[in-house]
């Protein structure tokens, strides 16, 4: 059988599971009747909801004979160390770029891993419908950035398409089609077809899925031999050690799913159940021969949280898990499949240090899990500092910010506060493309500054760079919080007393509990009001009586925001119906107290 494996890249929002949705319409796997929404790859809610990939996706397409397997790559920074795994499987790489945007830090992160491996890009220029789109210039730029980063002859002479995954067309010049055949024919054509490897069965698992039928799956390519149902294997651990398995089913991927295989030879992506606790990286190995593949590195985490039980006076009444026992389980569960994430128990049972690539990354695992019912409190993510030659390192990221000329200056100041350098400042249109390697502390809520700054104006995106040396302090928050001094359910005339100092994050007649922010303030500086005081009206903006009606409506910042805002004395109460924004220590004069041993 004809083969091609090959993986789509860019930069996030690129366009990767538009085009992997296209191939999948154009080679008809759905019956006509079937329904087919929009990015049907994107299969789980919270990629749905946010328009983003999480997890990398196989697909396989039948083209004129040939088979296609497809591999959908998230394009957020904090998930290449997926990219990179799951690059092993193919052959060769579609590397997506936006027409408008032209190459990103991900767009160079993801070709220097596909270079480094010796894959072949395909270009494909996206997003040409868009207005302003330079196709010619970013051309250039990709043509740049292959050469800056030492592609060979070879690489160099990559294949350009232009089109438009949204609209459905691709071409080898601008000029429209109504169809993206140009970019299956230039996948068979320019993608090697996989080397089939005589001898032992070779599979190293490079990613894996779950069913609750058949539990967890290993999936990989094989790299040597063949595999076969019901065979005898060694899996070789990543700890060098050896164990005896059996292969109990073996599927191949078949369009959007996986059809049952009997065998699959060297070059095919698979996908094997009946391996007990294996890991990614492992390979399965011949029951005789067992040899092992290289391990695959996987990057280390940047930053840290703590997750806790959530101890506010609201506990338990909105989640269904809530013990630390529930916690924990499910915090260990997690490892399993979440490769770059660590957690460490703490001295305290109920608190775990949960080890992440970054707010995203870690967003969305407390995310889910509010999702799925637990209750948890989360504190400020934090950096994770290394000791280089007896010196205090810290990670640093390059940031990319591309802003209308007249606010690339406050976004130069506002970046250079947070300790960022400024590397790259050219004009792109009227845009301004802004560089800047800034410490990774410094982009912790850098974003809803950024947006303030610049009228909602600025598109940034950041990866990590390096370790290098502490950029010394970085102011935090500026403005402190408003507190709520006691329990109970807010009133519309206490808020609307309150304006004037705060921007509050809750609505009249809302439970609120002592020590929860219910405001931010308006100056530096923390302050305990009263917003329950006052005649006990609820739904003030439903009745639309005394002066509740001109409260402005409430800030309702998302999971991330939240977690970007608080200071190091504050946390996040998360539960599957609320986020609430807590002091760490509720009471007062405990708060005080704690002041007070910190100045001494
Ligand atoms: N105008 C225009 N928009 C497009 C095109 N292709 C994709 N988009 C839009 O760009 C956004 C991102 O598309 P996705 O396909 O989800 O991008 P992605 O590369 O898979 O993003 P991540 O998986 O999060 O990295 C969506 O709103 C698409 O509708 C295109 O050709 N033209
Ligand atoms: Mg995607």
Request: hydrophobic share 35%.
């Amino acid at each position: 059988m004809n083969i091609r494996n090959i993986a789509i890249i860019a930069h996030v929002d690129h366009g990767k599971t538009t085009l992997v949705d296209k191939i999948i319409h154009a080679t008809s796997v759905f019956r006509d009747n079937q329904e087919t929404g929009e990015l049907i790859m994107d299969s789980n809610d919270l990629e749905r909801e946010r328009g983003i990939t999480i997890l990398s996706k196989n697909i396989s397409v039948n083209y004129n004979g040939t088979k296609i397997n497809v591999i959908d790559t998230p394009g957020h920074s904090d998930f290449g160390g997926e990219v990179e795994r799951v690059l092993k499987m193919a052959d060769g790489v579609v590397l997506l770029v936006d027409a408008f945007e032209g190459p990103m830090p991900q767009t160079r992160f993801v070709l220097q891993k596909a270079l480094n491996l010796g894959l072949r890009p395909i270009v494909v220029i996206n997003k040409v419908d868009k207005d302003n789109c330079r196709p010619d210039e970013v051309h250039d730029k990709v043509f740049d950035l292959f050469f800056q980063l030492d592609a060979t002859e070879e690489q160099l002479n990559f294949p350009t398409l232009y089109g438009s995954s949204k609209q459905g067309w691709f071409n080898t010049s601008l000029e429209k089609t109504d169809n993206i055949n140009a970019v299956l024919d230039t996948i068979i054509d320019y993608v090697p077809a996989p080397k089939v490897n005589e001898g032992p069965l070779q599979m190293q698992i490079t990613s894996l899925d779950y069913s609750s039928f058949l539990g967890r799956i290993a999936i990989g390519r094989v790299a040597r031999g063949t595999v076969k149902e019901g065979q005898n294997i060694q899996l070789c651990r990543l700890d060098g050690t050896m164990v005896r398995g059996k292969i109990k089913e073996l599927y191949t991927f078949e369009g959007m799913g996986k059809k049952k295989a009997t065998e699959v030879s060297a070059g095919d992506i698979c996908a094997v159940v009946g391996i007990e606790g294996f890991q990614i990286g492992e390979t399965i190995a011949d029951a005789e021969q067992p040899e092992a593949l290289p391990v695959i590195a996987i990057d280390e985490p940047t930053m840290n949280m703590q997750f806790s039980i959530n101890n506010s006076p609201f506990f338990g009444r909105e989640g269904k898990f809530v013990t630390s026992r529930n916690l924990r389980d499910r915090l260990m569960k997690e490892l399993e499949k979440n490769l770059a994430l660590r957690v460490h128990d703490t001295d305290d049972a109920d608190k775990f240090l949960v080890y992440g690539r970054g707010i995203l990354h870690l967003s969305v695992l407390v995310e889910t899990m509010r999702r799925e019912g637990y209750e948890l409190t989360v504190g400020q993510p934090q950096v994770i500092t290394k000791e280089i030659d007896g010196k205090k390192n810290e990670p640093y990221e390059i940031l990319v910010v591309d802003v209308p000329d007249e606010y690339s200056s406050k976004v130069v100041n506002l970046v250079t506060m947070r300790k960022g350098e400024l590397l790259i400042m050219e004009s792109k249109g009227e845009m301004q493309h802004l560089e800047f390697d800034v410490p990774s502390r410094g982009l912790i809520g850098l974003r809803s500054m950024m947006l303030t700054a610049t009228a909602g104006e600025a598109v940034m995106a950041h990866r990590f760079a390096e370790y290098k040396p502490w950029k010394g302090t970085i102011p935090g928050r500026n403005n402190g919080v408003l507190i709520a001094k006691q329990g109970g359910s807010s009133t519309g005339y206490s808020l609307d007393k309150l304006q004037d100092r705060g921007s509050f994050f809750i609505d009249p007649g809302e439970e609120v509990y002592a020590g929860q922010i219910m405001a931010e303030h308006i100056k530096p500086g923390d302050l305990v009001v009263n917003v329950v005081e006052g005649k006990k009206l609820t739904n003030m903006r439903a009745s639309g009586t005394d002066g509740a009606a001109s409260i402005a409506p409430k800030i309702q910042m998302s999971l991330e925001e939240c977690m970007e805002y608080i200071q190091q004395d504050e946390c996040i109460e998360v539960t599957p119906k609320s986020i609430r924004l807590r002091k760490i220590l509720l009471d007062e004069n405990d708060r005080n107290k704690y002041a007070k041993t910190m100045k001494n």
